[in-house]
């Protein structure tokens, strides 16, 4: 075949070309593999294309039947009603775009709120259900069974109904230093910078870029001489310490706002709703279990032999545990982590039970009635899910691609 | 790519298959009516202790059952909440939307729906503890309100409250119901829904007694039946179901003595409402004697009244604004001629 190929260009006799050979060089285009396969893709995303055409064609024309108005023009519209909470200033005069982003805020607000919590906790359960302590590691897997296996939505109704809801009125609130908690939510003192906080604000985050320097010093300085600085602690005193003492020198420019009991509720402070403390609560605790149980799998999946290594090289059980057993345990645990995190802000939607104003409550529950814009407003609503959850694991592909063991 | 091609087909076959086609037609091959109500409203939409719907939504539906099967017990109640009970009638899961439903505007001409009528006026009203001796809705400033999302009571509070200058937080809960609990419970210092609700979610507090309505009325809220627009035939046929149970009231037929009027009365009205004379069923496509059945199985407007919302009722309203015209309510039907 291949000489066939190489002498099809010139004719060795120098006469005229015989037309023999061609038709085994230009086989028919559905016998070459690669040609054909063009094809069939071709085809199938000619297909696929054709039947979303129609399925959004269909729509239109059944909704124009129906005398149902379309398009994104409501987003400017006044919203006209109430929000509970909100990151931002939001009134009834808002838009319904304004809406949208207020229930945004808030669902990335209880997302991060819940990765941060779950995590720890996770870690924690995880390590300690393969303790050598019996009551800990029981304890351990006694909770992380009772919590996996009850649905998530009772476990916010619980959250939600038998704890928060028994708390008392307002008028009797328990107080502990300044701060009270009753059924209306948890309220504590706001902070408000006055003149000269920026200064503080500057300190930290000098101190920031600071410990950045120490940690690429300490590390080439091992490198060249194989002296140890202790990095963590230094970088920890300038983060807490320079923002501190600067904040000390400026007269402490840092006031708070008490809340008070006035009329119906507390005014002043910063109230944080019962419905927000309920979701975070189940999200974090619901999460936490199967994060324990994928941290579990990650340092299992550690050999025996890497510790006794370590050892052996007279490393203490701390130092053995952060520096040899949870960087290779992590390569195992940080992609099915990346689902937890997926899972916990997708569950987070669940808040519409409780009437947590989240996006899926505020924007594809109220604004959706009110405009009546089912279909734009769903899709919406998707596409933020679908960018939350993308962002995530870009994120942690990112985090995954570079804590994996780099082969030398 | 079978299986998405399969799915999509059946897709496209469901979007089509809900386009408009006659209700009427489809109903009768089905064999009964599809109606959406509430999950759970006293008085008006509320399951009995042996599964039997309850109410005057209900009646209503079963009037429309009772003109077109002339059997008013085929009608399947599906339970909606308020955000997807537009949806559910829009894309043909439901026949007629009979839950509470408040005529506006925008819900008219925007959404692909029609009102068939006003079956109850009702105005949007607060309930609060009695302990906290409160006198009027504008001693509300700074209050926690408990409310239902995606209803007209959320944009009256926050547009009466704007009005006023009052500052409230509202507190979000996707039913009444859910609504009402968390107001028991002390999450929030007011309950706002449409006056007849209230007192019929009031009767299952803890203490009713405990909770009383503040006087305003801070609203227009005339709740009726829907059905999907473009549809004319059945769209007449829900409006004047209704109107043949108001009809019924003002010419004192009851479903006691319907029977007795048809065979005696000389009244020309009665007659063509009982189908012994005038339009009939005609342009409707309904049986001569479809209003008869609606009396004889149903009752007239204010027998429905009196056993859903009324003095037969634990919520012991009063007829007010839903009185008949002539005894100085709104209730008024055009004439069956």
Request: proline content about 5%; some cysteine.
């Amino acid at each position: 075949m291949s000489s066939d190929i190489s002498n099809s260009g010139h004719n060795p006799e120098g006469g005229p070309a015989k037309p023999k050979a061609p038709p085994q060089n230009k086989p028919k285009f559905w016998n070459d593999p690669k040609k054909r396969s063009l094809l069939f893709q071709v085809l199938l995303l000619s297909a696929l294309g054709f039947v979303f055409y129609s399925i959004i064609d269909n729509t239109l024309t059944n909704l124009e039947q129906r005398g149902i108005t379309t398009g994104f023009d409501f987003l400017t519209e006044e919203a006209g009603f109430g929000i509970a909470m909100s990151l931002i200033d939001y009134t009834e005069a808002s838009s319904y775009g304004m809406t949208f982003i207020v229930g945004l805020m808030n669902t990335i607000l209880i997302a991060l709120m819940g990765i941060f919590a779950a995590t720890i906790l996770g870690f924690l359960l995880g390590v300690a259900r393969l303790s050598d302590n019996w009551l800990i590691s029981k304890a351990s897997t006694i909770y992380i069974e009772t919590f996996r296996n009850i649905p998530l939505l009772l476990q916010i109704f619980f959250w939600y109904y038998a704890v928060l809801r028994t708390l008392p009125h307002p008028r009797q609130s328990m107080e502990f230093f300044g701060t009270f908690l009753n059924n209306r939510g948890f309220i504590v003192p706001a902070p408000v910078a006055e003149d000269g906080f920026g200064v503080v604000v500057f300190g930290f985050f000098a101190a920031l870029i600071g410990s950045w320097l120490i940690s690429r010093w300490s590390k080439k300085r091992q490198e060249l001489t194989g002296q140890q600085f202790p990095v963590f602690w230094a970088s920890l005193g300038l983060i807490v310490g320079i923002p501190l003492v600067l904040f000390m020198l400026s007269g402490m420019p840092l006031g708070l706002d008490h809340p008070e009991l006035k009329g119906f509720n507390f005014k002043g402070g910063i109230t944080v709703i019962p419905e927000l403390i309920a979701l975070w609560f189940a999200l974090s605790i619901y999460t936490a279990a199967f994060i324990a149980e994928t941290v579990r799998a990650g340092i299992l999946a550690v050999s025996h032999g890497q510790t006794e290594a370590a050892t052996a090289l007279g490393m203490s059980k701390a130092k053995t545990l952060r520096l040899i057993v949870i960087p290779q345990a992590l390569r195992v645990v940080i992609p099915p982590l990346t689902s937890q995190y997926l899972n916990l802000t997708k569950n987070s939607s669940l808040a519409t039970a409780i009437g947590y104003p989240d996006l899926v409550n505020v924007f594809a529950g109220t604004t959706l009635n009110q405009t009546g814009q089912a279909i734009e407003v769903i899709a919406m609503t998707m596409a933020v899910y679908l960018t939350l959850s993308l962002l995530t694991s870009t994120f942690m592909n990112w985090y995954n691609s570079r804590i994996q063991l780099t082969e030398r | 790519m079978k299986k998405t091609l399969i799915s999509a087909t059946a897709l496209m076959a469901a979007m089509a298959g809900t386009a408009m086609a006659g209700t009427l037609e489809n109903v009768q091959e089905r064999g009964a009516i599809q109606c959406g109500v509430t999950s759970g409203v006293p008085g008006f939409s509320v399951p009995d202790d042996k599964g039997n719907w309850k109410g005057l939504d209900v009646d209503l539906c079963r009037a429309v059952a009772a003109a077109v099967f002339g059997d008013a017990t085929k009608v399947k109640f599906i339970p909606l909440n308020a955000k997807e009970r537009f949806t559910a009638l829009v894309s043909g899961e439901i026949d007629v939307l009979s839950r509470v439903t408040t005529w506006t505007q925008t819900r008219d001409t925007q959404l692909g729906i029609n009102f068939a009528g006003v079956n109850y006026y009702d105005g949007q009203g607060f309930l609060v503890k009695n302990e906290l001796g409160l006198k009027s809705v504008k001693e509300l400033d700074g209050a926690t309100v408990c409310v239902q999302s995606g209803t007209t009571t959320e944009l009256n509070m926050a547009d009466y409250f704007r009005a006023q200058g009052i500052s409230y937080t509202p507190v979000v809960f996707d039913t009444n119901d859910q609504a009402a609990q968390a107001f028991d419970s002390g999450r929030c210092d007011s309950f706002t829904t449409d006056l007849s609700q209230a007192a019929g979610l009031r009767t299952r507090m803890q203490d009713p007694s405990s909770v009383g309505a503040l006087p305003e009325v801070i609203s227009k809220e005339p709740l009726g039946p829907v059905v999907r627009q473009g549809d004319d035939t059945w769209f007449n046929i829900v409006k004047w179901s209704h109107n043949a149970m108001l009809n019924a009231e003002e010419l004192g037929i009851t479903s006691a003595n319907v029977d007795k009027m048809k065979a005696e009365s000389t009244n020309p009205n009665v007659k063509r409402l009982v189908g012994l004379d005038g339009p009939k069923g005609k342009g409707m496509d309904l049986p001569d004697d479809w209003a008869y059945q609606i009396v004889k199985q149903v009752g007239n407007y204010g027998e429905a009244y009196e056993r859903n919302v009324g003095k037969g009722s634990p919520l012991g309203l009063e007829r007010g604004l839903n009185a008949l015209w002539n005894q100085g309510g709104l209730q008024y039907a055009p004439p069956m001629r």
